[in-house]
């Protein structure tokens, strides 16, 4: 390898690795010491919440697309009807995008962040969550494939 070309492949790789290293995480800290989801953020059990039942399945979510108001609390109700394991993990399709990236590296990544569960099959959970903010949100699962598949659903918050 001539040195021009090496100098260059350094320059990649050297923008490869900050490119991974400016990848989000689920959720950040913010100057209070909180934790910040692109979504909203954790709901309070002791308000009063809608309540909204998810199947998932291969590879689907049922429904796929929910509208709810700004500053609602919803309790989703998750249920893995089908026969592998699936995720549910909601926030700004930017950040899922970056975080199928990483599960690409890392395919049995655990979930247990406040946004987000994996299920084995005929399990169920709840994620109790304040869409506190406006805009188009969604919910994928990011085992490798899964979202390419279908398993991507929609949130409005108006
Ligand atoms: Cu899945």
């Given at each position: 390898?001539?040195?021009?070309?090496?100098?260059?492949?350094?320059?990649?790789?050297?923008?490869?690795?900050?490119?991974?290293?400016?990848?989000?995480p689920?959720f950040a800290h913010?100057?209070?010491?909180?934790?910040?989801?692109?979504?909203?953020?954790?709901?309070?059990?002791?308000?009063?919440?809608?309540?909204?039942?998810i199947?998932?399945?291969?590879?689907?979510y049922?429904?796929?697309?929910?509208?709810?108001?700004?500053g609602?609390?919803i309790?989703?109700?998750?249920?893995n009807?089908?026969?592998?394991?699936?995720?549910?993990?909601l926030?700004?399709?930017?950040?899922?995008l970056?975080?199928?990236?990483?599960?690409?590296?890392?395919?049995h990544?655990e979930?247990?962040?406040?946004?987000?569960?994996?299920?084995?099959?005929?399990?169920?959970?709840?994620i109790?969550?304040?869409?506190s903010?406006?805009?188009?949100?969604?919910?994928?699962?990011?085992?490798?494939?899964h979202r390419?598949?279908?398993?991507?659903?929609?949130v409005t918050?108006?």
């Amino acid at each position: 390898m001539n040195h021009q070309l090496e100098n260059k492949m350094k320059t990649i790789n050297l923008a490869l690795a900050l490119a991974a290293l400016s990848i989000a995480p689920a959720f950040a800290h913010d100057q209070h010491g909180h934790a910040s989801f692109s979504a909203g953020e954790p709901g309070d059990p002791r308000k009063p919440a809608r309540t909204i039942e998810i199947l998932m399945n291969e590879m689907d979510y049922a429904p796929a697309r929910i509208e709810v108001k700004r500053g609602e609390q919803i309790r989703f109700l998750l249920r893995n009807v089908g026969k592998e394991e699936h995720e549910f993990l909601l926030a700004t399709t930017r950040e899922n995008l970056a975080h199928a990236e990483v599960m690409k590296k890392h395919p049995h990544m655990e979930h247990d962040d406040p946004n987000g569960v994996r299920l084995a099959p005929s399990k169920t959970a709840e994620i109790l969550w304040k869409f506190s903010k406006a805009g188009t949100f969604e919910f994928s699962c990011l085992i490798p494939g899964h979202r390419d598949y279908g398993m991507v659903g929609h949130v409005t918050v108006n």
